[in-house]
């Protein structure tokens, strides 16, 4: 911290946190230890893994970073390249960096994208890999399936999908979007909602030709996905501000992907519940600009925007609740804020839970205000948010891309602000107990960060690990100094440059620094 405060000196600043400012400090901003869930920060950038203490500093790397997975034997599952947006393999590489597993989707029509997740598939008894693709569709198959023929032709559309490969490379299981769309106008197709009927009675399914998204390439932008396994559900999210529960368990057959692919296709692959748009199916409110067009509505859409849905995991608090990072997009707010919102999709109108999934607009709303001095109107918020956080001042984050949230076994949130860099962490009351600014940008690790763009110093998610965590506990790990100090050890190098830091060999933490020391977990 003295370090810190001397380098915003020699900068001129005044204020150690200076949030609203054209130069600020990077890495370590904050840390209350009594307040903050003690244990390690995982995060990815520039082709490295990152795995820091509480004081922010290095203990561990790996050869691999865009969206990484740390597994429970301290490997990491990410994409074999640097964009999370699109990737055509897999990587699995091991606490010493080496590559033990990877995959490469070999199908021209399918694209990874985004998310993928490493499950424990309870048929099998073994564990298989999730992640999300977009399939392409052509003009044909689309008319085929009831898209508006005034709008022909359709060129590059794109659908989204769930693909399951096992160890060997092998899909096991698919799910697509395109196998549960309903439409109301041509009555020879099969999936034809029916003489006055739309898409409002088929909540199960997304209308194919909805009101103002034309189908074209990555219709749906899936950025998300996690699995259940209590329930045995897959929980999809989209940037355009849906979440879909489908069931996974249900329609997988144990060595026959053929079979598991056609169930997977029918009803029992049908939305179980969907969260966070209810116009887009008929059964709310759109967003709109209002008579006197310098006010607007949300309507009953809940979020915009979105990334990192997941279950809360069992024995956190809220466990099997859905988390998601809001990241305040389309909502037409005045003050435009993100936020990380909770829901029980179990709630029904009286607040009590059911054993089924209760349609949100079945469960209904509240009305939620806002300061005075925020500006922003007041909302429509579902019965079933039954946790939120943002900051008090709007400004205080907004992401409008990536992203992340997370629950602590303490009861704080652990946030991760994608396109600042930021990184805090949360009491239930809303106090601060740790904060972090990502120092690597493209021209390498920095100190002080002037007015820049969004993205300059982008992290797509981050998360705490616990010292408990089984990738951690039992290891001895160093302290071996902060990204910036060992950047200028030359022990980091980064972006482009994909040599290791000195001394790792393929992988693993940098080693040979002059600021070794030992660094909580279990020794």
């Known amino acids: 911290m003295k370090k810190l405060i001397s380098i915003m000196l020699m900068a001129g600043l005044a204020s150690l946190f200076a949030y609203e400012t054209l130069l600020g400090p990077t890495e370590l901003l904050y840390h209350n230890e009594e307040r903050a869930y003690e244990g390690y920060t995982l995060f990815g950038v520039g082709s490295r893994t990152y795995l820091l203490d509480m004081n922010g500093e290095v203990v561990h790397t790996w050869p691999i970073g ?118 109301n106008l041509d009555p020879t197709k099969p999936n034809y909602a029916g003489e006055g009927k739309d898409a409002s009675d088929y909540p199960e399914k997304i209308d194919l030709n909805l009101p103002g998204k034309t189908l074209r390439a990555d219709w749906l932008h899936c950025n ?73 509505t949300s309507g009953h859409k809940q979020m915009g925007g979105s990334h990192d849905v997941h279950w809360v995991d069992e024995g956190l608090p809220g466990a099997g609740n859905i988390m998601v990072f809001n990241n305040g997009q389309y909502l037409f707010q005045r003050t435009p804020s993100s936020s990380m919102i909770e829901i029980n999709p179990f709630l029904d109108k009286k607040g009590v839970e059911q054993s089924d999934y209760v349609n949100p607009p079945d469960a209904g709303y509240r009305r939620e205000t806002y300061h005075k001095d925020t500006h922003n109107r007041p909302r429509f918020v579902s019965v079933q948010v039954v946790d939120s956080y943002q900051p008090v001042n709007n400004h205080g984050m907004f992401s409008h891309i990536g992203s992340s949230a997370q629950r602590l076994p303490n009861g704080n949130l652990f946030l991760c602000s994608d396109t600042e860099g930021h990184f805090f962490e949360v009491t239930g009351e809303g106090k601060l107990a740790w904060e972090y600014i990502n120092p690597i940008t493209k021209d390498g690790a920095v100190k002080i960060l002037g007015d820049m763009l ?9 998360y705490r690990i616990g010292l408990d965590h089984p990738a951690v506990a039992g290891r001895t790990l160093e302290a071996l100094g902060t990204i910036t100090e060992l950047a200028d050890q030359g022990m980091i190098v980064f972006m482009d440059n994909k040599k290791p830091p000195a001394g790792e060999g393929t992988g693993g933490a940098a080693k040979g620094g002059q600021n070794k020391k030992k660094s909580g977990g279990k020794q």
């Open 66 to 183: 865009t969206n990484p997975h740390l597994l429970d034997n301290g490997h990491i599952l990410d994409a074999a390249n640097d964009d999370p947006s699109g990737t055509k393999s897999f990587k699995e590489v091991d606490w010493e960096g080496n590559t033990v597993w990877e995959y490469t989707e070999t199908r021209p029509d399918y694209h990874p994208h985004h998310d993928w997740n490493r499950i424990y598939n309870k048929a099998l008894g073994e564990e298989t890999t999730l992640y999300i693709a977009n399939v392409d569709l052509t003009n044909e198959e689309v008319l085929a399936a009831g898209a508006d023929p005034s709008k022909a032709p359709y060129e590059g559309v794109q659908m989204d999908a769930v693909v399951e490969v096992d160890r060997e490379g092998k899909v096991i299981w698919e799910w697509r979007f395109f196998d549960h769309v309903i439409q």
């Open 224 to 296: 998300s996905l996690d699995y259940n396994p209590v329930s045995g559900h897959i929980v999809i999210n989209s940037v355009q501000g849906e979440l879909y529960v489908i069931d996974h368990d249900g329609t997988f057959v144990k060595d026959d992907p053929e079979a598991s692919i056609a169930l997977a296709a029918g009803e029992g692959g049908d939305f179980l519940y969907r969260f966070g748009d209810p116009a887009r199916y008929g059964q709310g409110d759109p967003p709109r600009v209002l008579e006197n067009w310098d006010n607007a």
């Open 454 to 462: 969004p993205m300059t110093n982008s992290v797509f998610r981050a």
